[in-house]
């Protein structure tokens, strides 16, 4: 396909790309890896598609022949087992990745355990540790006696609709709070609060829950509201879900 062919995929008056099939809708399936290095085989589900829904990586594959038509055959592939092949190709550790084909067919990168012989993969085969300390917990109030986070990874495939968190019981206005810091606080489960940072206040609800004392959470996104907009890891760019507040009783 010419890049020219490409483009018309996209409507040229708007600039609207086709929407992407989920991960379980992709032609010719893909991959997934686990916490334990196992690259798997997640297969094709079939069934209907929505309207115009394209794989993933033909809309890639298309975006990037727009953005560099001189490399536009570099970007293109036949199906998903093309990709497979070049991931192969590329990235050494995850050789075998070209051999899957079926729910079940995985490869672990780096063998079933690391550094068995006593060495790391390191210049001088140790393992390294940099220590981290911490902020000391329990500030002073009003001036940001809790650390806040966002529950953005626990809630995952939870409560993305819900208005109740069936992980928790936790309601989307909820910050979940210590047993000790609600006492401390003079605060019970279900009482009103308002949390507050140097960014903005929420009005939430206390549930109580197993959590660090000096530490509270609240749900994503409507937490966003207490977070300071811009700061953002200087070698990993990921914005910073943290923040200091202090929680106000009603």
């Not at 006492?183 to 949390?195: E, K, N, Y």
């Given at each position: 396909m010419s890049p020219t062919a490409a483009a018309s995929h996209c409507?040229?008056?708007?600039?609207?790309?086709?929407?992407?099939?989920?991960?379980?809708?992709?032609?010719?399936?893909?991959?997934?890896?686990?916490?334990?290095?196992?690259?798997?085989?997640?297969?094709?589900?079939?069934?209907?598609?929505?309207?115009?829904?394209?794989?993933?990586?033909?809309?890639?594959?298309?975006?990037?022949?727009?953005?560099?038509?001189?490399?536009?055959?570099?970007?293109r592939f036949t199906d998903a087992d093309a990709i497979r092949a070049e991931i192969a190709d590329v990235v050494p550790a995850y050789a075998g990745v070209e051999r899957l084909e079926k729910l079940g067919d995985a490869v672990q990168w780096g063998g079933p355990r690391l550094g068995t012989a006593g060495r790391f993969a390191t210049p001088d085969g140790k393992a390294h540790f940099t220590p981290v300390r911490p902020d000391a917990a329990g500030g002073t109030p009003g001036r940001g006696a809790f650390v806040l986070s966002t529950r953005r990874g626990k809630q995952f495939n939870s409560m993305v609709y819900a208005a109740k968190d069936p992980l928790t019981g936790a309601g989307r206005d909820a910050v979940l709070l210590s047993d000790d810091d609600a006492r401390r606080l003079g605060v019970d489960d279900g009482a009103r609060v308002t949390l507050r940072s140097e960014h903005g206040e929420m009005v939430a609800r206390v549930h109580l829950a197993p959590i660090r004392t000096g530490n509270v959470?609240?749900?994503?996104?409507?937490?966003?509201?207490?977070?300071p907009a811009g700061i953002r890891d200087a070698a990993s760019k990921v914005p910073d879900y943290t923040t200091r507040v202090d929680v106000v009783p009603a």
């Amino acid at each position: 396909m010419s890049p020219t062919a490409a483009a018309s995929h996209c409507d040229p008056s708007t600039a609207r790309w086709p929407p992407a099939c989920t991960r379980y809708e992709q032609r010719g399936g893909g991959t997934e890896t686990t916490t334990e290095r196992r690259v798997a085989f997640s297969p094709e589900i079939p069934g209907p598609r929505v309207g115009e829904a394209r794989a993933e990586w033909e809309i890639f594959g298309d975006l990037a022949a727009r953005v560099r038509p001189d490399l536009a055959d570099a970007v293109r592939f036949t199906d998903a087992d093309a990709i497979r092949a070049e991931i192969a190709d590329v990235v050494p550790a995850y050789a075998g990745v070209e051999r899957l084909e079926k729910l079940g067919d995985a490869v672990q990168w780096g063998g079933p355990r690391l550094g068995t012989a006593g060495r790391f993969a390191t210049p001088d085969g140790k393992a390294h540790f940099t220590p981290v300390r911490p902020d000391a917990a329990g500030g002073t109030p009003g001036r940001g006696a809790f650390v806040l986070s966002t529950r953005r990874g626990k809630q995952f495939n939870s409560m993305v609709y819900a208005a109740k968190d069936p992980l928790t019981g936790a309601g989307r206005d909820a910050v979940l709070l210590s047993d000790d810091d609600a006492r401390r606080l003079g605060v019970d489960d279900g009482a009103r609060v308002t949390l507050r940072s140097e960014h903005g206040e929420m009005v939430a609800r206390v549930h109580l829950a197993p959590i660090r004392t000096g530490n509270v959470q609240v749900f994503f996104p409507e937490g966003n509201v207490l977070l300071p907009a811009g700061i953002r890891d200087a070698a990993s760019k990921v914005p910073d879900y943290t923040t200091r507040v202090d929680v106000v009783p009603a």
